[in-house]
């Protein structure tokens, strides 16, 4: 169960880290169609990890959690232990 955590942590890293590189292009080349395809895969991409993550491990930012149990998030593990 950790190894599936892990490697899911690991792919949203990479896909946020391609994600904030596409940014850095784009704010130089904005009209790039290619550009701009690829930032909309890499967005559904991380926004279906993340909640696959946020389904079977819990919430990985406050932002993820409902208002009615806002504060339940921190009774499960951080996402580092």
């Not at 899911?8 to 880290?17: A, G, P, R």
């Not at 704010?27 to 930032?39: F, G, I, S």
Request: charge should be negative; include cysteine; proline fraction near 5%.
């Amino acid at each position: 169960m950790n190894q599936d955590k892990n490697k899911l942590l690991l792919y949203l890293s990479q896909v946020s880290f391609a994600i904030n590189d596409l940014v850095l292009f784009l704010d130089t080349h904005p009209c790039d169609t290619n550009a701009l395809n690829y930032y909309q895969e890499l967005r559904k991409a991380r926004k279906e990890a993340l909640a696959e993550y946020t389904h079977k491990y819990g919430p990985l930012i406050n932002y993820d959690v409902d208002d009615a149990c806002y504060w339940e998030w921190v009774k499960d593990p951080w996402p580092w232990e």
